[in-house]
């Protein structure tokens, strides 16, 4: 038994570690840069940080890229769902339109006391960059979890 862990298990373990190793280390990082040295200066503010993606070669050569949220509001909790002291989360699947636009919204998991509405209305308000292929914008369709805790 032991012979088996050290003659297969172990370098196969290994050359999945390096080989994944060795892919992360060779794709480029797109990574925005600020416009000014204003974020060095300013880095004590609480902000959203920069988002960081990985976009490789490929993609960049044929003009295809993820979609990218830039805003994603947090859902109101209301004051009956606090009362009752309900939690737990709601999933909305989202249609995100090539125009830029929020599509259609259906709730898939939902929660009583006005919840569902709240996150269907804070899934209205998202803000995107449409995912692009070969240069050209596209729908997709995601789904949003909007998680509900008391405390």
């Known amino acids: 038994m032991l012979r088996v862990l050290f003659n297969l298990i172990l370098p196969f373990s290994a050359g999945c570690f390096i080989g994944v190793g060795a892919f992360y280390l060779t794709e ?11 974020a060095m200066r300013h880095s004590c503010r ?3 940080p920069a988002r960081w993606t990985r976009t490789s070669t490929l ?6 890229r993820p979609f990218v949220i830039t805003s994603k509001p947090r859902a109101e909790y209301t004051d009956l769902a606090r009362a009752n002291n309900i939690e737990g989360s709601v999933l909305v699947r989202v249609s995100l339109l ?9 709730a898939i998991r939902e929660l009583p006391d006005g919840l569902t509405e709240q ?17 050209r914008p596209v729908s997709i369709v ?5 998680k509900f805790d008391i405390y």
């Open 28 to 38: 480029p990082f797109n990574v925005p840069a600020p416009d000014d040295d204003s």
């Open 46 to 48: 609480r902000e959203r």
């Open 59 to 64: 993609e960049l050569e044929s003009g295809n």
């Open 98 to 106: 090539a125009s830029g636009d929020v599509g259609q919204i259906k």
């Open 119 to 135: 996150a269907i209305k804070a899934a209205r308000q998202i803000e995107f960059e449409p995912k692009k292929i070969n240069g």
């Open 142 to 146: 995601k789904t949003f979890e909007y």
